[in-house]
């Protein structure tokens, strides 16, 4: 695709049950990463992949969160049994090389309410 | 932790006016680089501007520019002619390897 993909664009979800976020990158994009965006914060790093391996997780919060990337591409963020301060927003980015150097590309990111 | 501070939560600016955003960092490294992205209500980040911390050049992009002092680890944007589309929060944000940590952001409002 033309951009950084990201789906849901909104979910709510009431506490205590597990969510699937989806990150469809741009093609030929081999670095992919996780951030959350929480009210009045920054971004949060989460998780880095290069290829389908995760260098670097030390970003996620608890055991309850948990990501693959699997064919180079389409990455799914999971969290399980969802607490309210799960609650922010999700950005996924992707660059051609490693970020830290490069441009990300960011999607539009997913919305997580949870009640 | 390397940090990235942005000390101006908020700003305003009116229409055609010039306003500088903030941004000072903390790092060990010698070789790095800063980036500001600007994220409009669409919540989608753009990149504004890109600075390689070894270049003592500051980066330019049309209305777009930076002081970077790299002594005193100070990074900060300025935009001219301020328009109405430069409404958005705006990050800072230092990259270093593969990771880019950001700032807690600055909202610009651009008053007509």
Redesign the interface.
């Given at each position: 695709g033309a951009g950084v993909s990201q789906s849901p664009s909104n979910k709510v979800t009431e506490k205590g049950k597990d969510v699937e976020l989806r990150c469809d990158p741009i093609s030929g994009h081999t670095?992919l990463?996780w951030?959350r965006q929480s009210l009045?914060?920054?971004?949060e790093?989460l998780i880095?992949f290069?290829g389908n391996s995760a260098?670097?997780k030390s970003g996620l919060p608890s055991d309850r969160f948990s990501a693959e990337r699997t064919g180079g591409s389409v990455s799914t963020l999971t969290i399980q049994r969802t607490q309210q301060e799960d609650s922010a927003?999700y950005?996924c980015?992707s660059s051609l090389v490693?970020?830290?150097?490069g441009?990300?590309f960011?999607?539009?990111?997913s919305?997580l309410t949870v009640l | 932790a390397q940090t990235v501070t942005q000390s101006q939560p908020e700003m305003s600016v009116q229409e055609a006016e010039t306003v500088t955003l903030s941004c000072t960092y903390d790092t060990s490294e010698s070789d790095y680089y800063l980036f500001w992205y600007k994220q409009p209500p669409s919540r989608q980040m753009i990149l504004v501007i890109r600075q390689e911390a070894y270049k003592q050049q500051n980066a330019t992009e049309n209305r777009f520019s930076v002081n970077f002092q790299k002594a005193a680890k100070s990074f900060s944007l300025k935009i001219s002619d301020s328009q109405l589309g430069d409404a958005a929060m705006y990050f800072c944000a230092r990259g270093s390897n593969y990771k880019l940590t950001f700032g807690k952001g600055t909202l610009l409002t651009v008053n007509p």
């Open positions: 670095a990463y951030y009045g914060q920054g971004l790093f880095y290069q260098p670097d927003v950005l980015a490693a970020g830290g150097t441009e990300l960011f999607g539009e990111g919305r | -």
